[in-house]
């Protein structure tokens, strides 16, 4: 399992964090509502299925005081991760960002295929 801690410390940043984590529940809290409706209608079953299959599931929540606390299915490396290398530093008080782009995103931009696979199973996944 992956878990994942927001703090609710008083302060703006761990405000939008908070949101954050509000977001992401009510989200996953609606993905799996969804996917049992349309199981039961047997709208396209197998579809709908593979689809929600390429989403990590929550698996565990719990907020308490001091934080939230979600618990996801432990599944292989982001989109982020595999698409981008991103590496922030302060230069003359300014944030500035180096964006590496990986294996990943450089062969979608050459191969077709393999981009519209991609945009395949993310319209699954979000279908």
């Known amino acids: 399992m992956a878990l994942k801690q927001t703090s609710k410390t008083n302060n703006y940043k761990s405000q939008s964090d908070i949101n954050a984590a509000k977001n992401e529940l009510e989200l996953q809290e609606y993905l799996i509502e969804m996917y049992e409706s349309i199981c039961e209608c047997d709208i396209h079953p197998n579809i709908i299925k593979?689809?929600?299959?390429?989403?990590?599931?929550?698996?565990?929540?719990?907020?308490?005081?001091?934080?939230?606390?979600?618990?996801?299915?432990?599944?292989?490396?982001?989109?982020?991760?595999?698409?981008?290398?991103?590496?922030?530093?302060?230069y003359n008080g300014n944030r500035i960002y180096c964006i590496e782009h990986l294996d990943l995103y450089i062969n979608m931009c050459k191969d077709q295929k393999l981009f519209k696979e991609f945009i395949r199973q993310l319209m699954k996944a979000l279908y």
């Open 50 to 90: 593979e689809g929600y299959d390429y989403i990590s599931k929550m698996v565990y929540k719990k907020s308490d005081s001091k934080d939230i606390w979600i618990g996801y299915e432990l599944g292989k490396q982001t989109l982020n991760k595999l698409t981008f290398n991103i590496k922030g530093t302060f």
